[in-house]
């Protein structure tokens, strides 16, 4: 099985950063792909950002692109988000997932690990 844990949220200014990160057990990391995902009070989670086993192709939702931007390190067996110019909007839970021998990166139901999530909140 595969633990994920995500850190590095926390209260921002809007226009600031934050970088998450998502650490991962296993031994099979390098063959996961792995998404981002955010939920906001009310809302249906929604897809961030995602990126595929080899590290060479990332997804994004147009909502953050170009703001965001998702890596990965196998040696250290975690996954980052960057975020970049921060907007109230961007206000939510944020859960980094993995997944094995799937391209369904931007659905929740493409993937079988999920942590327990980061708080990230952006004032005004």
């Known amino acids: 099985q595969v633990q994920l844990i995500e850190s590095g949220g926390g209260l921002v200014q809007a226009g600031g950063s934050l970088r998450l990160s998502c650490a991962a057990s296993g031994h099979t990391f390098s063959s996961y792909a792995f998404g981002w995902f955010r939920q906001a009070p009310g809302k249906e989670r929604e897809f961030v950002a995602a990126i595929d086993w080899s590290g060479s192709n990332t997804f994004y939702a147009d909502s953050v692109k170009g703001r965001f931007t998702i890596s990965r390190d196998n040696a250290k067996n975690t996954v980052y988000l960057q975020m970049n110019s921060l907007r109230y909007e961007d206000t939510a839970g944020y859960y980094c997932?993995?997944?094995?021998?799937?391209?369904?990166?931007?659905?929740?139901?493409?993937?079988?690990?999920w942590g327990q999530g980061t708080q990230v909140t952006v004032s005004s």
């Open positions: 997932a993995a997944v094995r021998d799937s391209t369904w990166y931007s659905q929740v139901s493409g993937y079988d690990y």
